[in-house]
């Protein structure tokens, strides 16, 4: 029976949440209080799209993780790695799943909760990432490793190596609010980068998924 429908789903993951890649960086900084209140007061319809979008794509996303585990098992065996790129992609994407409706309530109440509830739902949204940045680096150095043993192409498992690097920087969002660590769009700290990082390599891994023979792709 034919599985390309789990790199479908990779893709269309990749397609709702590619928002939600291009307006994290617009977010004011953890550091910028009196920015937070206007600009959630400015971008309310935006950023209700963008959280309707990712809330959305959870669907493809689980679909797509389920083929993944059972393509990871077809190729390396019932080993522990499968697993923990299972179970790590869960518990990073359900840390998304909290921010996420944090960040609904702080665009939800910012009329009747004030400017200091905001940013403080903001924020705490945002430092979910932290404790998660460490799911992000197991899922990826995970997949690095089957990567190179045939799972997929070696050069995914370089881009995997990569998304774990990326993802290691995100655990500094627990040690400040401002400047490089910060968590809401710090240059080391942020979510940006590592979440960006899951998008590409899932997008890429599904259009190489498609692209192979009908008889390897159907055994993922």
């Known amino acids: 029976m034919s599985r390309r429908w789990v790199p479908a789903s990779g893709i269309a993951l990749a397609i709702l949440w590619a928002p939600m890649a291009f307006v994290i960086p617009l977010l004011p900084g953890l550091e910028s209080r009196a920015e937070v209140a206007p600009f959630y007061r400015a971008h309310t319809d935006l950023l209700q799209a963008v959280i309707m979008c990712v809330s959305v794509g959870y669907l493809p996303l689980l679909v797509f993780l389920g083929g993944l585990l059972e393509r990871l098992w077809t190729e390396a065996g019932e080993g522990p790695l499968p697993w923990v790129v299972f179970a790590s992609a869960v518990m990073f994407m359900t840390a998304l799943n909290v921010a996420l409706g944090l960040d609904a309530a702080a665009a939800l109440l910012f009329d009747s909760a004030g400017s200091q509830t905001t940013y403080?739902?903001?924020?705490?949204?945002?430092?979910?990432?932290?404790?998660?940045?460490?799911?992000?680096?197991?899922?990826?150095?995970?997949?690095?490793?089957?990567?190179?043993?045939?799972?997929?192409?070696?050069?995914?498992?370089?881009?995997?190596?990569?998304?774990a690097l990326a993802n290691v920087g995100a655990i500094g969002g627990v040690l400040s609010l401002t400047g490089p660590l910060n968590s809401g769009n710090g240059l080391i700290g942020g979510i940006a980068l590592p979440l960006g990082m899951w998008l590409v390599w899932i997008l890429l891994a599904s259009v190489t998924w498609l692209r192979e023979p009908a008889a390897v792709a159907s055994a993922g």
């Open 120 to 163: 403080e739902l903001h924020t705490a949204g945002f430092l979910l990432a932290a404790p998660a940045a460490f799911a992000g680096v197991a899922f990826f150095a995970a997949l690095a490793a089957l990567c190179f043993s045939g799972a997929f192409s070696r050069w995914l498992g370089w881009l995997a190596v990569a998304g």
